[in-house]
């Protein structure tokens, strides 16, 4: 969910103030230059910081204290990648973060994230000289070699990476039967230092099984030889619910660090208690009574059976709320819950 015109944080960082100007400033700006206010009415989204950690430490506990790397990518799901670090790096529990975007990963040294950054997307030749200057793990999977060796020559330390392997979710990562060459020439090149090996998991549950298979024996079969694979990660928000097999060295969630479980029945197994850090919240800006017989929303989607009174809270889906949100959702008023009658609009 994206926060849309502001964002207030519980979590007590500092948020720049909205200025206001004069009379005697603005009549000596350019009046392109004087911005207004928001509406007080506009919705605005809350990070909830004690959640966040009770969350943590709930996937610690779930993973057997096993390190977390916090997956934190798509701008901290629409929630800033920063606020999310500053809130997590110290947590105890929480080993490192994920991005796939370079520029979230450089906006987190900026803001003075220490920790280990995994850069999971894509990279160029000077995006990697790039990262590895930030100090940030870049994700490999094809030959870059001779790359990482010129960049290790200017830096005069080798490049610490992970490397992804394919076990059958067909996105990205070597193939799990091409992996012992790449991971071989990686691991007998002084200029590189492999910090962690990964997969992801397709969520098909017989699927998955062989997936596990695939990585189980091609790690054994390297580390046979003698190979240090570094830290091993796989499980994801949804494999700490289904897979505590693959939990290996380290696990990735991203979702569940949010409170949202990825599958609704996963809420009902006592696995983990998660609590939502998010909330989208919005003013009411009208009550009225509906007669029987009365309609509201285009289309009349929603006809009164009864009298029936009906609040107005200015919130659509050009703020991110779902035009489907009307068949399921629910708004918290007070503290009670009411459904969300006709359709979601702008």
């Known amino acids: 969910m994206k926060p849309s015109r502001r964002a207030f944080l519980e979590a007590g960082l500092a948020l720049p103030a909205i200025l206001h100007s004069t009379p005697e400033l603005a009549a000596a700006q350019s009046p392109l230059a004087v911005s207004s206010p928001d509406s007080s009415f506009d919705p605005w989204v809350e990070i909830h910081r004690d959640h966040l950690r009770h969350n943590v430490a709930e996937i610690s506990r779930r993973a057997f204290g096993r390190p977390i ?76 070699g001779a790359t990482l060796d010129k960049i290790a020559a200017k830096t005069q330390k080798p490049v610490s990476l992970h490397i992804c392997i394919d076990t059958g979710i067909g996105r990205v990562g070597v193939p799990y039967h091409q992996a012992a060459p790449l991971v071989r020439d990686l691991a007998a090149r002084k200029s590189v230092g492999i910090q962690g090996t990964l997969m992801t998991f397709t969520e098909d549950p017989n699927f998955d099984k062989e997936q596990l298979r695939r990585f189980n024996e091609t790690c054994a079969s390297l580390e046979k030889e003698g190979l240090a694979l570094g830290k091993k990660h796989a499980a994801s928000s949804f494999s700490l619910f289904q897979h505590p097999d693959a939990f290996f060295d380290m696990v990735r969630p991203g979702m569940a660090i949010y409170g949202i479980y990825s599958e609704n029945e996963f809420r009902h197994l006592g696995i983990m208690d998660l609590r939502p850090a998010i909330s989208l919240k919005a003013r009411v800006i009208y009550v009225k009574k509906l007669r029987k017989g009365d309609s509201a929303g285009y289309n009349r989607a929603y006809l009164a059976k009864d009298d029936v009174w009906v609040a107005t809270i200015p919130v659509g889906h050009a703020d991110g709320w779902p035009r489907d949100a009307a068949k399921s959702a629910k708004v918290r008023i007070n503290g009670d819950l009411y459904p969300v009658i006709a359709t979601v609009s702008l």
Do not use: C, W
């Open 69 to 144: 790397l916090a997956v934190i990518k798509n701008n901290g799901y629409g929630t800033g990648v920063v606020n999310i670090a500053q809130l997590l790096e110290p947590q105890p529990q929480t080993f490192g973060f994920a991005v796939v975007k370079l520029h979230e990963a450089f906006s987190l040294r900026d803001a003075g994230i220490r920790k280990p950054i995994l850069l999971l997307g894509p990279f160029d030749e000077q995006n990697l000289a790039d990262a590895v200057a930030h100090d940030i793990l870049p994700m490999v999977y094809t030959p870059l």
